[in-house]
């Protein structure tokens, strides 16, 4: 898997989200909405709920928000639908992307995405096409500030709940772990008392390019365009930012 820490990148899209912070949320509520309509509106038996509602916090997403989209999901009538959509292509420089939506409208969608793609010197591709480049990992970032634990203690701790690698800086403490084990990793690490700066699960590729120069410049460019669209809720490359 990719040695590289993603926690620059993440703070990074943190400060950025600052400036749109209306539209972020508005994709997370139609994210906990669905999770809510399709497993019910308690995160301790709904595990998709469980999931958005961890992202929503990282985001800051106000409790009010939260509330206001379950109440929506569990409404009587047949309210909203939306499809959960992939999207496989390239970007500048052979860059791998992976693209998830959640739309009430595929077409308008799928127009939007490969209009991005193509404007800003990228290619759409065939399903599995780039997918297979990635593997689904949880991710969990544990700030060290105040901690009074030294790296081979913490190597120690990870491995037994469940996790599979250790990535440290002198700021953050990086864990991955599978796919599967996710829920569980998290959950130790909480009950052990620690304080999570981020948790998600996340797709990481097996290999990563680095980009430079105009190609990096237009990539760039691409993403900031997928991720500006309504529909798009994660956009995910093989590029070493």
Known sequence: MAGHSKW???????????AKRGKIFQKLSREIYMAAKSGGPDPATNPSLRLVLDKARSANMPNDNIQRAIKKATASGAGEH????????YGP??????????TDNRNRTASNVRVAFTRNGGSLGETGSVSYMFDRKGYIAIEREGLDIDEDTMMMTVLEVGADDLLTSDEVFE????????????DALEAEGFTLAQAELTMV??????????????LEKLVDALEEDDDVSDVYTSANL
């Open 82 to 89: 939306y499809d959960e959509v992939t999207y496989e292509g």
């Open 175 to 186: 864990i991955y772990c599978e796919g599967a084990e996710f829920t569980s990793v998290r």
């Open 93 to 102: 420089g052979g860059v791998a992307i992976l693209v998830y939506a959640l």
């Open 8 to 18: 620059n990148n993440i703070k990074g899209r943190k400060n950025a989200q600052d």
């Open 205 to 218: 590729p097996k290999n990563e390019m680095t980009v430079e120069g105009e190609a990096l410049e237009k």
